[in-house]
């Protein structure tokens, strides 16, 4: 069964590094997204992502935030220079479309800040 | 079923009998919701969905009901296994919207007694 996948699994940095987290999204679908989740709270969404532009990002995705897709398989999200309120785990998403349609979830990266 | 910070709401259910998890949702125009079920250290897994068109949807093990009225969801699983032991989240989503994103409930967990 194909899956997003996302690596990597555990990321340790110091405050003010920059970090990358990576995923690859199911091949044939076009919409794709990255979430969050502090730990022992809910899912927040952070960007979603289409045509290779941004469609539509939330409160917590500002300037320090970036994605891009520098491939035809890869998506990924930078933080430019993290802060201790960023450790969370991130979570890639991807779908065939939109409305309907299921989102699948990679395993996620749980990124630790330092 | 909705937390606040840390504290998830949990269900306590003896294997076998039926678990019933609930939701309230916010946003009227959202016409689309989904439930969620996350193991620990992994990503939220696509259960089953529902239109806003529909009151009722089944499927293996699973029901679905919504009543827009009073913008409630429910999952019901039927006799439940050790095997759905997790973490259950609500979703709701606006399909005519740009960015398709799911905006997540608190999440409820559920623990199965043998």
């Known amino acids: 069964e194909p899956e997003v996948t996302q690596t990597p699994s555990h990321q340790v940095t110091q405050m003010g590094q920059e970090v990358i987290l990576r995923c690859v999204p199911i091949s044939n679908h076009l919409y794709f997204y990255w979430y969050r989740q502090i730990l022992g709270q809910k899912v927040e969404f952070l960007v979603s992502?289409?045509?290779?532009?941004?469609?539509?990002k939330s409160e917590i995705f500002d300037d320090q935030f970036s994605v891009e897709r520098p491939d035809g398989s890869n998506f990924t999200l930078k933080i430019r220079s993290t802060k201790l309120e960023d450790s969370a785990m991130y979570f890639c998403a991807s779908s065939l479309g939109q409305g309907n349609t299921e989102a699948f979830f990679g395993q996620g990266t749980r990124l630790t800040v330092v | 079923g909705e937390s606040v910070g840390l504290h998830l709401p949990t269900l306590s259910v003896q294997e076998g009998d039926n678990s019933i998890i609930n939701c309230a949702y916010s946003?009227?125009?959202?016409?689309?919701f989904i439930w969620y079920k996350q193991e620990s250290g992994k990503g939220p897994q696509f259960i089953i969905d529902?239109?806003?068109?529909?009151d009722k949807r089944q499927g293996q093990r699973v029901t679905v009901l919504l009543n827009k009225t009073v913008k409630h969801l429910s999952l019901q699983i039927a006799a439940t296994q050790p095997g759905d032991s997790a973490v259950y989240f609500c979703a709701e989503k606006r399909t005519k919207a740009a960015g398709n994103k799911l905006t997540f409930g608190g999440g409820t967990r559920v623990l199965v007694k043998p």
């Open positions: 529902i239109r806003s068109n529909m």
């Open positions: 992502f289409y045509n290779n532009e941004i469609s539509e």
């Open positions: 946003n009227s125009a959202s016409d689309y």
